[in-house]
């Protein structure tokens, strides 16, 4: 009968999902507002078909769990570092200024000093799962709001770990805890550090002997485990489970199976990211909303306002344009699903009251539910508006039919683009960067702004005519998605696209794209110049320099073979230079090899 009753509630959400969310996709209102609306009308205040809200509620979080385990799988170290300036001061400033804002307002309202501050933290923790989905379906996240608002995002889920080390502490004139309280801190702590050596020295073996079995559906196993492990560890001992699969993710964003670990667990996490917005729309409590109506939207509003004041200040402090500042408080301004364990992690430790987190937690989810709403009327009518009185330097985007596309005009597009023009190839120019813009307009450029990520802006573009799209951005990430779109939708055109570096360079050979290196022939042509300055014969040089440039090309593309294994990619590098030495010395003849003087 359990096993029945089971299928009955899966058969619900699903059937749910696939009415609800096309139909607000199909009508502009986007997925998220689909699935909290679908849970809505299933949930106990709606058509009362699912009652155990906590249970699914307690599920569904695995969603988040598995999408903070993706986001860290991003994040290698190297790229956590170039972030700190944006992590470190747009995403503290917002927690710390909405923190003290939020919890000086509850105090005032008469709350305890405990309650207060477990309010202000909780309430200043944005919701990451439907930010980061209204910025991937809108191909947002390349943009300055998109990049400044992950970085806030990032900087929220990491002080989740003081937030719950903290909240046990603030419980104790309650509680009359004893001694126990720190043997608990002492086993958070050695838990963390035992994942983290388990991570550097133990699981990368684990996955390599996995892996040598050469059975996806094995590894796919192994990756739930990784993440199902973690979490479990981390729900024993009291600490988030997200934040667990989130520490994992970056201990494996160095990993050469990173992008199977993704690719095995995005399957699993839209669905249970879909069954978690699912689960809050189904936890908001109609019953309490009729009872205080006006107290909780008084609350819920004023918990937008506040935030959404502080993050229109902290987006016009980090240089967000002016056409996106509204747009990242609306993005942010809602409670997060952090505050969910928060409230009931404080209730139990004795620092806020039961009926104070009821209410906070129907305001959270409330304000979740508006946060699709507001940023819809944002797009239907401000967006417009905005562009229309402050247009970005450059020409008004009209539709383009020229034959090359040229997406980055910075110090490296500007030398494609010279180029063509010089040949009488009139290229589209196409920029982010307002300040960029201004610069290419006084030098008589043709330009336009727009994000290489937006369908509409690449269709005004002329993508679905142009023989040639050059991606010349100077981010890795932004290029291969813009490649990745582009040969999804606009399949016509060629793409040449810019390598960041030697590892970029191998991504890109691996999806069959052509591609230009950086830096590595003007490096080249600077180590020729060397030569002759050495005494060599010019002719001599220039040979020298081409017989590397073709060895290490054959060598990139032995290289992207084994990609993912770090010690098969260092042997071949090693084995390529020997090549060169002994090929290079047998090319030149040995009196000069010995005689040859500087001069």
């Known amino acids: 009968m359990d096993n029945h009753g089971f299928i009955l509630n899966m058969v619900i959400y699903l059937s749910a999902a696939v009415i609800a ?42 969603g988040v769990v598995l999408l903070l385990f993706l986001i860290g799988l991003e994040l290698q170290p190297r790229k956590l570092w170039k972030m700190r300036r944006p992590i470190l001061g747009a995403g503290g400033a917002q927690v710390l200024v909405s923190a003290v804002a939020i919890g000086g307002i509850a105090l005032a309202l008469g709350l305890r000093w405990q309650t207060a501050v ?23 996240l390349g943009t300055p709001a998109g990049r400044t608002g992950f970085s806030v995002l990032l ?31 002492v086993t958070i702590v050695a838990v963390l550090v035992a994942i983290l050596l388990g991570g550097r020295y133990l699981l990368h073996h684990v996955m390599r002997f996995v892996a040598s079995t050469r059975l996806p559906e094995i590894f796919t196993a192994l990756s739930l485990l990784l993440v199902c492990g973690i979490a479990f560890i981390m729900d024993m001992i009291g600490v988030s489970m997200a934040l667990g699969a989130f520490v994992a993710g970056v201990l494996l964003a160095d990993s050469p199976y990173r992008h199977t670990l993704e690719s095995d667990i995005a399957p699993f996490k ?29 609350i819920t ?25 509204l747009f990242f408080p609306l993005l942010l301004c809602q409670g997060g699903e952090f505050g969910f364990v928060l409230f009931g992690f404080a209730v139990t430790a004795g620092a806020m ?62 030398v494609v683009g010279r180029l063509l023009l010089a040949n009488r190839i009139t290229p589209t120019l196409i920029d982010h960067n307002p300040t960029q813009l201004e610069r290419i307009r006084r030098f008589g450029y043709k330009s336009f702004y727009g994000d290489a990520l937006r369908l509409d802006v690449l269709r005004t573009a002329g993508a679905d005519k142009a023989r040639l799209i050059v991606l010349a951005m100077d981010d890795a990430a932004t290029v291969n998605r813009a490649a990745e779109l582009i040969r999804q939708e606009f399949p016509q055109a060629q793409i040449l696209a810019r390598a960041y570096d030697r ?69 071949i590098a090693r084995n390529a230079r020997e090549n060169l030495e002994q090929t290079l010395m047998a090319d030149s003849p040995a009196r000069e090899a010995e005689n040859r003087e500087p001069g």
């Open 21 to 62: 969310v096309p139909v607000f996709t199909r009508f502009g209102l986007g997925s998220v507002l689909g699935y909290l609306v679908a849970g809505m009308a299933i949930g106990p205040f709606g058509l009362r078909l699912i009652r155990n809200v906590e249970d699914i509620l307690h599920f569904a979080e695995f």
């Open 118 to 140: 477990v309010t202000g933290l909780g309430l200043a923790l944005s919701s990451t799962a439907i930010a980061l989905q209204i910025l991937g379906e809108r191909s947002l």
């Open 155 to 185: 900087f929220q889920d990491i002080a989740v770990i003081p937030i719950i080390a903290l909240i046990p502490l603030l419980g104790f004139e309650l509680l009359n805890a004893d001694d126990g309280r720190d043997l608990s801190t």
């Open 270 to 298: 839209g669905l249970l990211l879909g069954l978690f917005f699912i689960s809050v729309g189904m936890s908001m409590d109609f019953a309490l909303l009729a009872e205080h109506p006006w107290r909780t939207l008084g």
């Open 301 to 325: 509003l004023l918990l937008l306002l506040v935030k959404g004041v502080i993050l229109y200040a902290i987006g016009r402090a980090s240089g967000i344009p002016h056409t996106q500042r």
């Open 353 to 414: 009251e039961s009926a104070v987190a009821d209410q906070l937690v129907l305001c959270v989810a409330l304000s979740m539910a508006l946060t699709p709403l507001l940023i819809l009327v944002h797009g239907r009518f401000i967006e417009p508006r905005n562009r229309l009185l402050d247009e970005p330097p450059g020409e008004t985007m009209e539709a383009q039919d020229n034959p090359v596309i040229i997406i980055g005009f910075g110090r490296f597009g500007q």
């Open 503 to 571: 590892g970029h360079a191998m991504e890109l050979i691996a999806a069959g794209l052509s591609f230009t290196r950086e830096t590595f022939h003007s490096a080249l042509d600077m180590g020729r110049e060397a030569l002759t300055l050495l005494g060599f014969e010019e002719g001599d040089a220039a040979q020298r320099a081409e017989t590397m440039r073709r060895l290490d090309l054959d060598s990139l593309h032995e290289q992207v073979k084994v990609r993912h294994d770090v010690n098969a990619v260092i042997s």
